[in-house]
């Protein structure tokens, strides 16, 4: 079996969301409000910088109409963005990584915080996505009634790549299927030339409770909780066959203690946290 091709893993986080922790947590009646990091991952391989995911299109949130228009069918979830001119580039810019010098991008799933800076990247840069995600996205009558922008990906000029189930994009880079957050949702296992490695479970669970009590997300499309639940459980099993740690997609604890067991500094969220 090849040795991986990941030397670093670099956590990033390129916003905030304010929403309700039943988006998170199926069942929750409390009412209360949780601040989640959005989420990416730069990883250092062999032939050049690797994206996942790559955060929210800041020209959305910034023009009032086009907020309103889109973010704007979902007033219960709020975006915020790092101070500074674009997070994305921003974020990159502190590991002196350049758009330019990440050779292809693999994204979770089509959600605006996860796919709206596509913009920001040339066309000969591949993307890859579940099949199905995709033909869901483009297809639907309404994916921005679901929080999927096509202004951040319907654009003929990007070079899709499609995945149809589990699939080793890379020695080291293991993606697979955890549907019903979205139709096509993926979660990645990590691992490193020296050892380490992890299970990034993204939206199939996006707190540490997720996992710890087994509750599926309370977003979903097109699925059932139980349908949600058998994400979790599947993050789960291959965390345990692996012997590697879970992730949680959103978790407002783990991710900024990620970016700093990597040396990095975490940026400040610029509001107030609930509670």
């Known amino acids: ?5 990941v030397r670093r893993v670099i956590p990033l986080i390129l916003g905030w969301e304010r929403l309700p922790i039943s988006f998170s947590l199926h069942g ?3 009412g209360d409000m949780l601040v989640e990091p959005v989420p990416a991952l730069l990883l250092d391989t062999d032939d050049g910088w690797t994206l996942i995911d790559v955060g929210i299109n800041s020209a959305i949130v910034r023009d009032p109409w086009l907020f309103a228009r889109l973010h704007g069918r979902n007033m219960s979830i709020t975006p915020y963005l790092p101070d500074g001119d674009e997070a994305l580039i921003d974020a990159l810019a502190a590991w002196d990584v350049r758009l330019e010098d990440v050779t292809r991008i693999y994204l979770s799933h089509l959600h605006n915080d996860h796919a709206g800076c596509l913009r920001l990247f040339e066309a000969k840069v591949p993307v890859w996505v579940q099949r199905v995600e995709y033909d869901y996205a483009m297809t639907h009558p309404g994916p921005e009634q679901h929080g999927m922008f ?3 990906y319907d654009d003929p000029e990007i070079d899709w ?6 699939e080793e994009l890379a020695p080291g880079i293991f993606a697979f299927s955890t549907p019903g957050h979205t139709p096509g949702h993926q979660s990645f296992v990590i691992e490193t030339k020296d050892g380490d490695g992890w299970v990034f479970a993204y939206d199939a669970g996006d707190l540490t409770a997720n996992f710890e009590q087994e509750i599926s ?3 979903l499309i097109d ?3 139980e349908q949600g639940l058998a994400s979790v459980l599947r993050v789960k099993e291959v965390a345990a066959a692996r012997g590697l740690p879970i992730i949680p997609g959103h978790d407002p604890v783990v991710w900024p203690q990620l970016i700093r067991d990597a040396g990095g500094v975490p940026p400040e969220f610029p509001g107030d946290v609930p509670g």
């Open 223 to 225: 699925a059932t909780p």
């Open 28 to 30: 929750d009646t409390s």
């Open 217 to 219: 997300p309370g977003g």
């Open 1 to 5: 079996m090849p040795t991986s091709s």
């Open 161 to 166: 790549r499609f995945m149809d189930g589990d």
């Open 150 to 152: 096509r202004i951040d």
